[in-house]
């Protein structure tokens, strides 16, 4: 395997510090997804807040630190790349150097990460190889990012906009055609702009939405998993557990034992 997760941690804290004066052996990856963090590295201060990105190479010292008072929650991956196996591939790698990126694909990779932090905890069978893919899927779509450029202000506009009207109908069909009619475009170009800034399809946009709902019901509700298919607009309660399973890798019940006892 030409890409080795040492460990992958979420943390969620407003007291988080940690100090590398000889750096770490492995290469650090982290996403930011609330709140704000500093770190020092090299003498230089990055600030990291929510949808921002921070690549550290094996043995570059640092420090970071919570902000007082301001709570944050990130992931942060460590893994060992064997030399010159992925330096033609990743030129984030072969660069080695400290980089920060604000991500335009920040509900993708945010599920990346998500997804990886859960195998790693539970570890079923096969858990390192996926986070080894899904660290490579991250670092591949960071290097396009920067490959093709920020897309433009008005993609982005555009992008918010569709998402906002996805935020508010995605327990119905939501067609290409209703969101171009949203920013004033053609279908086409609707489709075209939001898989071109978010990386994912509308459809796909829509289906982890619906899963990110599902996952808060199964825990916090005493829904059935039926009644949270119907709820979710899934009229199959076989496609949706083939859906949820495909974005979680899990099935729905793997939830329930989480759910939490109604107060009497």
């Given at each position: 395997m030409m890409l080795?997760i040492?460990?992958?941690r979420?943390?969620t804290?407003?007291q988080?510090?940690?100090?590398?004066?000889?750096?770490?052996p492995?290469w650090v990856?982290?996403?930011?997804n609330?709140g704000?963090?500093l770190?020092?590295?090299r003498?230089?201060?990055?600030l990291?807040?929510?949808?921002?990105l921070?690549l550290?190479?094996?043995q570059?010292?640092?420090?970071g630190?919570?902000?007082p008072?301001?709570?944050?929650?990130k992931?942060?991956?460590?893994?060992?790349?064997?030399e010159?196996?992925?330096?033609?591939?990743l030129?984030l790698?072969?660069?080695?150097?400290?980089?920060?990126?604000?991500t335009?694909?920040?509900?993708?990779?945010?599920?990346?990460f998500?997804?990886m932090h859960?195998e790693?905890?539970e570890r079923?069978?096969?858990?390192?190889?996926?986070?080894s893919a899904?660290?490579?899927?991250?670092?591949?779509?960071?290097?396009?990012?920067?490959?093709?450029?920020?897309?433009?202000?008005t993609?982005?506009?555009?992008?918010?906009?569709?998402?906002a009207?996805?935020?508010?109908h995605?327990?119905?069909?939501v067609?290409?055609e209703?969101?171009?009619?949203?920013?004033?475009?053609?279908?086409?170009y609707a489709a075209s702009?939001?898989?071109?800034?978010?990386?994912?399809?509308?459809?796909?946009?829509?289906h982890?939405?619906?899963?990110k709902t599902?996952?808060y019901?199964l825990i916090?509700?005493?829904?059935t998993v039926?009644d949270i298919s119907?709820?979710?607009?899934?009229?199959d309660?076989?496609?949706?557990?083939r859906?949820?399973?495909r974005e979680t890798?899990?099935?729905?019940?793997?939830y329930?034992?989480y759910?939490?006892e109604?107060?009497?």
């Amino acid at each position: 395997m030409m890409l080795l997760i040492q460990s992958v941690r979420q943390d969620t804290s407003v007291q988080w510090f940690e100090e590398f004066d000889e750096g770490m052996p492995t290469w650090v990856l982290v996403m930011v997804n609330y709140g704000k963090c500093l770190f020092w590295i090299r003498q230089e201060k990055i600030l990291l807040e929510k949808g921002d990105l921070l690549l550290i190479p094996r043995q570059t010292s640092f420090y970071g630190k919570s902000i007082p008072s301001v709570t944050h929650e990130k992931y942060m991956v460590s893994f060992k790349v064997e030399e010159g196996s992925l330096m033609h591939m990743l030129p984030l790698l072969a660069e080695f150097q400290v980089c920060k990126w604000r991500t335009v694909k920040y509900e993708l990779l945010l599920q990346r990460f998500r997804t990886m932090h859960e195998e790693w905890s539970e570890r079923p069978a096969f858990a390192e190889a996926m986070c080894s893919a899904l660290t490579m899927e991250v670092l591949a779509h960071w290097n396009r990012e920067m490959s093709e450029g920020q897309p433009s202000t008005t993609k982005e506009r555009h992008t918010e906009q569709m998402k906002a009207y996805i935020q508010n109908h995605y327990r119905e069909k939501v067609t290409k055609e209703e969101l171009g009619e949203v920013i004033g475009k053609s279908p086409n170009y609707a489709a075209s702009v939001f898989s071109d800034v978010t990386g994912q399809t509308i459809g796909g946009f829509v289906h982890a939405l619906r899963v990110k709902t599902a996952i808060y019901l199964l825990i916090h509700s005493q829904r059935t998993v039926g009644d949270i298919s119907d709820y979710l607009g899934y009229c199959d309660p076989s496609y949706f557990h083939r859906i949820f399973k495909r974005e979680t890798g899990q099935p729905p019940a793997a939830y329930v034992k989480y759910r939490e006892e109604p107060s009497l």
